[in-house]
């Protein structure tokens, strides 16, 4: 089946300490995103990636960084710098027509809780 | 800077009577709609999608969305509720061909 993957559903890490989000896609699409749910706040875009070793920023990426070497991977490290990481981590990915988003799918989130 | 908002942080509709979930936009050119589905500690799953064309978009699980371009609106709605419809409903709107925007989201509970 087709579709997308986020590992792990539960992380835990100590304040100050750099953690990765999995994500991993097999649905051949071209972009890839990065959203943070938060109760009360909708998704707020962190980055995106439109092709393979490019990506932007989206509203609140301070304090996050990715990277997209291969089309099928959106890897996100929280750093120590982000303030409250303590959050739903949504990833997403989309094929581009006409420059236009198709439907996004989504995976199923990892909560990342930080102590 | 384009925008999505939804007006109602929670719709409460009993069993079969119809029910609305309200957005409306703020986007230059042709704007790309979407309507999204979410269950407690899960992704989104798409419903439906206004690309151009018919004003009336039907969707999945029986629920339809009315594009009003002179109210810059995209309300979802089903004319009868289940309970099983119950959950945080989005709106979101392609911004020119980068990324989603996302409203707040609505709850939407549905009682038997």
């Known amino acids: 089946d087709g579709g997308i993957t986020q590992s792990p559903k539960y992380l835990f890490r100590k304040e100050g300490q750099n953690v990765t989000l999995s994500c991993e896609q097999n649905l051949n699409h071209d972009a890839m995103y990065w959203y943070r749910q938060d109760p009360g706040q909708g998704l707020r875009l962190i980055y995106y990636s439109q092709i393979v070793n490019d990506f932007q920023k989206g509203d609140i990426a301070e304090g996050y960084s990715v990277s997209r070497e291969k089309k099928e991977s959106f890897p996100l490290t929280v750093t120590s710098a982000q303030k409250n990481p303590t959050a739903f981590y949504l990833c997403?990915?989309?094929?581009?027509?006409?420059?236009?988003?198709?439907?996004?799918?989504f995976g199923n989130g990892t909560r990342l809780t930080v102590t | 800077a384009q925008s999505v908002a939804q007006p109602e942080d929670q719709v409460n509709v009993a069993e079969g009577n119809p029910l609305t979930v309200k957005c409306t936009y703020s986007?230059?050119?042709?704007?790309?709609l979407f309507w999204y589905v979410q269950y407690p500690n899960r992704g989104l799953q798409f419903l439906l999608k206004y690309i151009t064309g018919d004003n009336l978009v039907k969707g999945s699980y029986g629920f339809e969305a009315e594009f009003n371009k002179s109210q810059t609106s995209f309300h979802l709605k089903k004319p009868s509720a289940l309970v099983s419809d119950s959950a945080l409903y989005f709106c979101?709107?392609?911004?020119?061909?980068?990324?989603?925007?996302f409203g707040k989201g609505t709850t939407l509970s549905v009682s038997s």
């Open positions: 997403a990915s989309s094929m581009m027509v006409g420059g236009r988003n198709s439907p996004l799918h």
């Open positions: 979101a709107v392609d911004q020119a061909g980068t990324a989603l925007i």
């Open positions: 986007v230059s050119g042709n704007p790309y």
